[in-house]
């Protein structure tokens, strides 16, 4: 479960390439773009990624995945949530969002590589910020289990 090197230089060469060389796990690539701000407050602060094609998306819910961010090859595992947050009114697009276990940083500008593990379940609207913060919860204890079981995509 290797990437080539050169094929990082070009997203779109990323995005045909990674499915054939990371056995079978959809990939896309993006750029990291700033969100709401609430994600911090909430206890689960997420990149927003804004994806250089649309192609290689998956539809909207919650994911197992993992992310590089380049230039770096180090590979996290993380939980990622694609909709308009329906719980909050004032997300009118599709959001491509990143929580990434084990790693604090500003990633803001950062290009990244996301690979899609597993889904977990559909976007959902809650009634409670509370709901919402436990379901995020139980979402990266999931995802963290599911990872564990599979093999890390490498970036050679
Ligand atoms: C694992 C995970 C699951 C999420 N599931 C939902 C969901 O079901 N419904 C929803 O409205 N938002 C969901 N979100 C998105 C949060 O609403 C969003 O991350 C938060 O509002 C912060 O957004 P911001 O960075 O734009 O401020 C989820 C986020 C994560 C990380």
Redesign the pocket.
């Known amino acids: 479960m290797q990437i080539d090197e050169h094929a990082l230089a070009d997203s779109a060469m990323v995005t045909a390439a990674a499915p054939g060389v990371t056995g079978g796990v959809p990939s896309f690539t993006g750029r990291v773009v700033g969100?709401?701000?609430?994600?911090r407050l909430?206890g689960?602060p997420?990149a927003?990624v804004a994806p250089h094609e649309e192609a290689g998306l998956p539809p909207d819910g919650?994911y197992a995945c993992w992310v590089a961010i380049q230039p770096s090859r180090d590979v996290f595992g993380a939980?990622m949530?694609i909709?308009n947050?329906?719980?909050?009114d004032d997300v009118a697009e599709r959001?491509v969002?990143v929580?990434i276990h084990d790693l604090a940083a500003d990633l803001y500008g950062r290009r990244v590589v996301v690979w899609v593990a597993q889904l977990l379940r559909p976007?959902?609207?809650?009634s409670t910020l509370d709901e919402?913060i436990d379901?995020?919860a139980a979402?990266?204890r999931r995802s963290r289990a599911a990872l564990q079981r599979m093999p890390r995509p490498e970036i050679e």
């Open positions: 969100g709401n701000g609430r994600g909430l689960f997420t927003n919650v939980t949530s909709g947050n329906p719980t909050f959001r969002e929580f976007m959902r609207r809650f919402l379901h995020t979402d990266v």
